[in-house]
T-cell receptor, first 112, second 115 residues
Framework: LAKTTQPISMDSYEGQEVNITCSHN???????ITWYQQFPSQGPRFIIQ???TKVTNEVASLFIPADRKSSTLSLPRVSLSDTAVYYC?????????????FGTGTQLKVEL | EAQVTQNPRYLITVTGKKLTVTCSQN?????MSWYRQDPGLGLRQIYY???????DKGDVPEGYKVSRKEKRNFPLILESPSPNQTSLYFC??????????????FGPGTRLLVL
């Protein structure tokens, strides 16, 4: 059964690099992998998106291995304001076509 | 300003009273979708639409209806709400690039309580 899993929570300190991995063992071949950040009572906010290999923008990097069975969000030098829940979003093939599925979410807590 | 708007933001209703949550986007996006978010269950897709008059079920469509008569609007309809539909609802939209869904932009959310 295809599913998308992430660690439930992670703790870090300001200034450290944080890597969050999402496992998606049966991803659709023709869709992006996207990561979102969500603060309480707000809608998810886009962080980064990629299809394969490595993508980097001003806030994060995304590493996707060739088999696309996982993806890793890398946040360099986190700060207190990065405390949030992080979700991966992938398309999983089903009998009725590809369905977008959020990962289980990772609560990141950043401390001083 | 590019945005996705939802109305109402908060709603308390009673079982069986039909309601509609509106969603509108001003980015000319082809793809729109609805999600519900529940503690311990994360974000789950209810319905989505690839373009005008094209809609399809997500993971949890039971008890919901949608329509896409115009590109910018994608209302979520609960014909006969029940308490198990109490949840936080998000609408989202994105551009389609050669069939690939690009970045989804999310609305601010609608918190629904069904008594």
């Amino acid at each position: 059964l295809a599913k998308t899993t992430q660690p439930i929570s992670m703790d870090s300190y300001e200034g450290q690099e944080v890597n969050i991995t999402c496992s998606h063992n049966n991803i659709a071949t023709n869709d992006y992998i996207t990561w979102y950040q969500q603060f309480p009572s707000q809608g998810p906010r886009f962080i980064i998106q990629g299809y394969k290999t490595k993508v980097t923008n001003e806030v994060a990097s995304l590493f996707i291995p060739a088999d696309r069975k996982s993806s890793t969000l890398s946040l360099p030098r986190v700060s207190l304001s990065d405390t949030a829940v992080y979700y991966c979003l992938v398309a999983l093939p089903t009998g009725g076509g590809n369905k977008l599925t959020f990962g289980t979410g990772t609560q990141l807590k950043v401390e001083l | 300003e590019a945005q996705v708007t939802q109305n109402p933001r908060y709603l308390i209703t009673v079982t069986g009273k039909k309601l509609t949550v509106t969603c509108s986007q001003n980015m000319n996006h082809e793809y729109m979708s609805w999600y519900r978010q529940d503690p311990g269950l994360g974000l789950r897709q209810i319905y989505y639409s690839m373009n005008v008059e094209v809609t399809d079920k997500g993971d949890v469509p039971e008890g919901y209806k949608v329509s896409r008569k115009e590109k910018r609007n994608f209302p979520l309809i609960l014909e006969s709400p029940s308490p198990n539909q109490t949840s936080l609802y998000f609408c989202a939209s994105s551009r389609l690039d050669s069939g690939l869904r690009e970045t989804q932009y999310f609305g601010p959310g609608t918190r629904l309580l069904v008594l």
